[in-house]
Structure formats: structure tokens, C-alpha cells
């Protein structure tokens, strides 16, 4: 069993997430913990003892959301918990990482009206997350290959034995491993080597070299994909590889992303 948990705002869940969070749950045969994170807990207080409108209003939309969550989870045959967490989203989602062996969000979560994708929160996630992050994909079918994004650094090579070790229900789909790299005369970082680890786990590795810009090859490689994972390391401990490259392929690639950092 493994803890997989769903970070939601409790005022906002996105179907999109609870889905692809229960084909996670069912793959592995875990329960789905939905984190349902509501903001400021004292201001909440504050409006029950005045018998606040606003508040009638937030609880009718949270409890809403719970039963949207769990009719998604029976929907799927999901088995599902639900907990609920005043305060800090981030702070607490942070926390709550600690105990957690993946954390899956939707790319836009957030609690202060933040359009950006990703949002604030989530970035914030991504880089101080005690535990892999992935973020779900607009919508899905289901994950026929997993593309390991490697760049020769010690985040990325950590990334994947994190998602081989946590995933090992993947190891009949299609494997990849990718690097990108400027010199159309080099070849990939350390392959016998990666080799050596990945054909332990997997009976067949696809090798496959792009050259030139990390982020326009990695855009242009799967702008048009659907039902692969992108597994990726962080660049050092606070920021995602290459932030600018996850940012761009956060906003505008519709397949689910495994990240985690070192």
C-alpha cells in the first residue's frame, strides 16, 4: 500500500485531478486521500460566531466538492479517505508531505485567485515537497510509456529510481529515457551506467538523443501527446530543472509529470 494523496482546494476540486488520482489508486491498490485545504482557519472562526452569509456560502461549496470527490472516486471503483486541513495550504500541504509517497495537483490549484499555470502554490509545492509531485493531465486515457527526462545531473537520476521504486506497476508499458543535448556529436551521459540500473527494472529501454534547446525540444516532442508520464528531476533543491522549461511544459503539455528534487 501506498500513501497517495490528492491536494485539492476545499472550495475548488478539479474533476480532471480526482480522476487521474483514482487510475493512480487503482494501478497501485491504494486508497485516494483527498487533502481538502481550506484557508484561514481563524477568519472562519471569526464568521461562525457571526453567522456570516459568506460562510454558509463556503461550507455549502465545500460540502459540494467532498461529494464530488467521492462520487468521482465510485465512479472509478476508487477506494477513497478524506481529510480536511484549516490553515496554510501551503504550509500544511508541506507537512503533509512528509508522511506521503506521492502528491498529486492539478497544475492551476490555488487559494488566492492566482490565474498562472502553474500557479503559485503549485510551484511552491513542486519545490519544497518532501515527497514526488506529479501533476495531472488535463484529461487522460490511460499511461502506455513513461519518458525519463535526463539531463546527467544527480536530481534527474533521483527522480527516476524514485518513480521506479514507487511505480513498479509500470514495468510492462513502453520505457524511455530522453536526454537533450546541445553537440549533435554527443551521445547520452553515462549510458552504460544508466543502462546497467534501468535493465534491472525494465526488460526493454527505448535511447533517444533531441539536440539543440532543452525547452523548445521538449515542447515540440510532446505538444501533441497524450497518455505518456514525464518523469523529471529538480535543478538543485529549489528549482525545478530548468524552472522555466517545467514552467512551459506545465502550461501547454496535456500528459501527467513526475516531479521530484533531490
Not at 503559485?120 to 509531485?133: G, R
Not at 539531463?151 to 530522453?178: C, H, N, R, W
Request: hydrophobic residues 40%; charged residues 25%; proline residues 3%.
Amino acid at each position: 500500500m501506498r500513501k497517495i494523496v490528492l491536494a485539492a482546494n476545499a472550495n475548488e476540486v478539479k474533476t480532471s485531478a480526482v480522476d487521474f488520482g483514482c487510475y493512480i489508486a487503482n494501478l497501485t491498490k491504494s486508497p485516494l486521500r483527498g487533502i481538502f485545504l481550506e484557508k484561514n482557519s481563524k477568519v472562519t472562526e471569526t464568521l461562525v460566531a457571526a453567522g456570516d452569509e459568506e460562510y454558509e456560502t463556503a461550507e455549502a461549496d465545500i460540502t459540494t466538492n467532498t461529494n464530488l470527490f467521492c462520487n468521482r472516486c465510485l465512479h472509478n471503483d476508487a477506494r477513497h479517505l478524506i481529510l480536511h486541513v484549516q490553515g496554510n495550504p501551503l504550509h500544511e500541504m508541506i507537512k503533509e508531505s512528509r508522511y506521503s509517497d506521492v502528491i498529486i495537483a492539478d497544475g492551476n490549484t490555488s487559494f488566492n485567485g492566482d490565474s498562472g499555470w502553474p500557479s503559485a502554490f503549485v510551484k511552491a509545492l513542486l519545490e519544497n515537497a518532501k515527497c514526488p509531485v506529479i501533476i495531472s493531465p488535463f484529461d487522460f486515457d490511460e499511461i502506455n510509456e513513461i519518458v525519463f527526462a535526463y539531463d546527467g545531473t544527480d536530481s534527474s537520476i533521483f527522480a527516476m529510481k524514485q518513480f521506479i521504486y514507487l511505480f513498479p506497476e509500470f514495468s510492462d508499458v513502453t520505457i524511455t529515457l530522453l536526454q537533450v543535448l546541445k553537440d549533435e556529436d554527443s551521445d547520452i551521459t553515462e549510458e552504460g551506467k544508466l543502462k546497467d540500473l534501468l535493465m534491472m527494472y525494465y526488460d526493454a529501454v527505448h535511447y533517444e538523443t533531441l539536440h539543440g534547446d532543452a525547452d523548445m525540444e521538449l515542447f515540440k516532442k510532446f505538444l501533441s501527446h497524450r497518455n505518456k508520464m514525464l518523469v523529471m528531476g529538480a535543478y538543485g533543491k529549489k528549482r525545478i530543472v530548468n524552472e522555466s522549461t517545467a514552467d512551459i511544459l506545465l502550461k501547454t503539455l496535456n500528459i501527467p509529470m513526475f516531479i521530484a528534487h533531490c
